[in-house]
């Protein structure tokens, strides 16, 4: 590859700031993006959002229209590090587990599974039925990564935008790129961790 490219799909799944995130950051990366917005995303982010499609197709290195079986990402041949799908609904979970591809998504799901690279599906329901978790199961027996976006407390987020940012670094982290937007677990001074544990306990630090 001349570059470091991943594809990226936004289903119609609540969440479409993921997916617009998630640009942002690769943008930021330099990691060519290819991406494709499903017709349910769309609705979505009008209900949700200010954004317009040309907002979307102003992060992407290449925008496909979601029918478009013929696209290069719908080919094995056209390498890549790998595929997110954020947010992930339930139907384009569905479409994976069972290799129906009936729309660029799944297609492009199930050519980065058969290719044996890196799928992560950051999905997005609540709360689950079985039907859901028998296909998270047999998507993850395929090879691919079950993310939910769930927020991490630890890190002390002070706004929405630091829980996305947070979900996001750790979804990129999959892949080895670094987003620098983590604030990870346990990394801060030996004098904060023994402050802590003293105050737990009742001692005065």
């Known amino acids: 590859m001349s570059a470091r490219r991943l594809v990226v799909g936004i289903s119609g799944a609540s969440g479409f700031v993921y997916g617009m995130r998630l640009l942002e950051l690769l943008r930021g990366l330099d990691v060519e993006t290819h991406v494709v917005v499903s017709r349910g995303a769309m609705l979505t982010m009008a209900h949700e959002t200010a954004y317009k499609l040309a907002d979307v197709a ?13 696209a290069p990402i719908s080919s094995g041949s056209f390498r890549t590090l790998g595929m997110i799908v954020a947010p992930c609904s339930m139907k384009t979970l569905a479409e994976v587990a069972t290799g129906l591809s009936s729309g660029l998504i799944a297609r492009a799901a199930d050519v980065t599974l058969k290719e044996r690279r890196r799928l992560v599906l950051l999905a997005r329901e609540t709360p689950y039925t079985l039907t859901h978790l028998r296909n998270m199961a047999a998507v993850t027996e395929m090879g691919a990564i079950i993310a939910p976006p769930v927020p991490a407390f630890y890190a002390q987020p002070a706004s929405l935008d630091d829980m996305i940012a ?18 990870r677990w346990k990394e801060h001074t030996e004098a904060t961790d023994r402050t802590t544990c003293l105050t737990l306990n009742g001692d005065a630090p």
């Open 166 to 183: 947070h979900t996001l670094g750790r979804v990129l982290d999959l892949f080895d790129l670094d987003s620098r937007t983590v604030r």
């Open 58 to 70: 102003a992060l992407a290195g290449a925008l496909y229209r979601c029918d478009d079986l013929a």
